[in-house]
């Protein structure tokens, strides 16, 4: 079993600031002198005003209500309570006191209502994305906070009970301003929701690009919406997850719209929408796949001999797109049955600004490490980082300079991340001694794309993952590490692995593996041959074209027939028909549900690639 320490930390550090704002409560009530009694409460207020003026500073629209609100509560009875220690308050001023304890009971009405019925859509003409709040809810909160802590400053100074009554109305009046305009929000969201689909038919798109999962894989959207830009047609992406709206509208100047129910894809989907693409098997994707009348198209965001890359599930759809015929074998080996005439052969476009490998690449003087990541279960754990740091000693001792690149997810490992500090460090000190220009950190992950990676590199080091294929364009040598398996075993299972140089789990065969990549580069011939066989047998030259070109034809000329447009899904008495206006077919009243909520985690149907 698994600690959670992070959320055991964060339940000790609540319960501690919850007792330092009950302290003062209990002191005055025995008789404790007030600015005596007040002093544990300086400790929660500093920490909870810090933390509210960092949320407004960062933007950060979401609240910490649910672990604060005892809190806030305890520590807003803080005036009334010193306030009933001393003489003569007034009924003006009792009055005063006893509205700064109805603060912290407005917030979860205004932290409620404050997101309002969010449309969110980007570049759609006739439509506006849901505007702001003109009052952040965390203003609100931070606002309460500070003036309780304030009025309790200034009864301790002695001012009149009756001179704060401005304070507390101040930040109800703001509470209520907040509210109304979330009431406002509302009605222009609800009003530009019905002129959505109305929006969306005089648009005309011929395609949709659809994503079912949250913020932080975004990359899976970008590596393939400049080559659907280039087919020349208007097209639409299609959210399922809010959190994911701002990271994917800075990606293209393409109509972004959420439709975060089921029943909500009703208006955005048009009879003339020829096709739609997946990049991924996130369970959210059947929802659309259900209206017949468009071809559906799986890209898929890598290609590699993972498991990800023959998921059953990809059946689902009327068209398969690979890079290559490995692409294709892949399924058959692996037991997965899919008619050979839904795949399309189309190469993989983004490799397209890779260079190819040239005289200046020899000898090998840089070797680029990019392990994958640990997956989410223990049939895609690929990762080579446990043995990343041996590794790169060797290289070191060899005089390579080396660029380490590892998968973003990694991150999210603990052992993994101990694993990539370590490496950092292995890099910085023989920077430092030798002056090699390491590339690390920032420097390779940021400022440097993956393909910016291949093309600084003369030869390459990683794991089973999607950076393999589209390294193998540049035709440098790489060096596979085989986790679980030995070379054989793992040959037969990842046929990539026959042209690489494989390093195995307990590094027994380090050196001689890398005096084939670094000097020897015996199988330069086989990486030849295996190149067309995962990427396509098409030249360097216009590379991308094969692609557009297919998808190109899929949304022109691939259209199904007009009997699928009406035709009943299996336990249907109807079919899925395509409604004519805005405002038809919709099962039920309006739910502001979300049937996939943020929180959740990625389909165990969409495991990440590299």
């Not at 109305?198 to 970008?222: H, I, T």
């Not at 085989?482 to 040959?491: K, L, Q, S």
Request: aromatic share 8%; net charge neutral.
């Amino acid at each position: 079993m698994v600690i959670p320490w992070g959320r055991v930390r964060g339940l000790r550090r609540r319960l501690t600031q919850t007792v330092f704002a009950l302290l003062p409560l209990i002191l005055l009530a025995i008789g404790v002198h007030p600015a005596i009694a007040v002093i544990p409460a300086i400790y929660p207020f500093f920490i909870l005003i810090r933390r509210g003026f960092r949320r407004l500073r960062k933007g950060v629209t979401r609240t910490a209500l649910t672990g604060e609100h005892g809190i806030r509560l305890a520590l807003s009875l803080l005036p009334l309570s010193i306030g009933w220690s001393m003489d003569s308050v007034g009924p003006v001023g009792w009055i005063a006191l006893s509205l700064f304890p109805l603060l912290p009971l407005a917030e979860p009405v205004v932290t409620r209502v404050a997101p309002g019925r969010k449309l969110r859509v980007k570049n759609l003409p006739g439509i506006s994305d849901t505007r702001g709040p003109k009052f952040p809810v965390n203003l609100v909160m931070f606002l309460d906070l500070s003036l309780t802590a304030l009025a309790s400053a200034l009864l301790l100074v002695h001012v009149p009970a009756g001179a704060l009554l401005p304070l507390p109305l101040i930040a109800l009046g703001l509470a209520g301003a907040s509210a109304l305009d979330s009431y406002q929000r509302i009605r222009e969201s609800v009003d530009s929701d019905n002129n959505l689909y109305a929006a969306v038919e005089a648009y005309d798109p011929k395609f949709v690009l659809y994503y079912g999962v949250p913020a932080g894989s975004a990359y899976q959207v970008g590596m393939w919406i400049d080559f659907l830009e280039r087919i020349g047609e208007r097209f639409i992406v299609v959210l399922r997850r809010t959190s994911a709206f701002r990271e994917i509208t800075r990606l293209t100047d393409a109509p972004v719209v959420v439709r975060t129910n089921i029943w909500q894809l009703d208006d955005v989907i048009t009879p003339n929408m020829t096709a739609a693409f997946y990049v991924n098997n996130s369970a959210p994707n059947v929802h659309l796949v259900r209206y017949p009348h468009m071809t559906h198209v799986q890209l898929l965001h890598g290609d590699s001999d993972k498991a990800s890359s023959f998921n059953p599930v990809t059946a689902l759809y009327d068209k398969v797109f690979v890079a290559g015929q490995a692409g294709i074998d892949r399924y058959e080996n692996n037991g997965v049955d899919i008619p050979k005439h839904k795949f399309t052969i189309v190469g993989r476009p983004q490799v397209e600004s890779v260079e190819q490998q040239g005289p200046e690449n020899l000898p090998v003087r840089t070797v680029l490490y990019a392990p994958t990541w640990e997956g989410h279960y223990a049939d895609t754990n690929y990762g080579s980082l446990p043995v990343g740091p041996p590794i790169i000693r060797e290289l070191i001792a060899r005089g390579q300079t080396v660029i380490f690149r590892p998968h973003p997810f990694s991150y999210r490992n603990p052992e993994a991340r101990q694993n990539i500090r370590e490496i950092h460090a292995l890099l910085r000190a023989d920077r430092e001694r030798s002056g090699r220009e390491h590339r690390y950190g920032r420097r390779a992950e940021k400022a440097l794309d993956a393909f910016g990676c291949f093309n600084a590199a003369d030869a390459m080091i990683s794991d089973v993952s999607s950076v393999v294929p589209d390294f193998l364009h540049s035709g440098k040598p790489y060096g596979l590490v085989t986790m679980t398996t030995t070379i054989d075993e793992f040959e037969r299972a990842f046929p990539l692995a026959r042209s690489a140089y494989v390093i195995t789990h307990d590094l027994s065969n380090l050196n001689e593996a890398l005096d084939e990549l670094l000097l020897h580069d015996s199988k330069a011939e086989q990486r030849r041959a295996t190149r067309e066989y995962y990427l396509g047998p098409f030249p360097p030259e216009n590379y991308a074209e094969a692609f557009v070109g297919a998808a190109r034809q899929v949304v022109l000329e691939a259209r199904k027939p007009a009997a699928a447009m009406t035709a009943p899904a299996e336990g249907e008495e109807g079919g899925s028909e395509i409604r004519g206006q805005a405002g038809q077919d919709r099962p039920g009243p309006e739910s502001e549900l979300d049937e996939f909520p943020d929180s959740e985690r990625d389909s165990p149907n969409d495991p990440q690639d590299n």
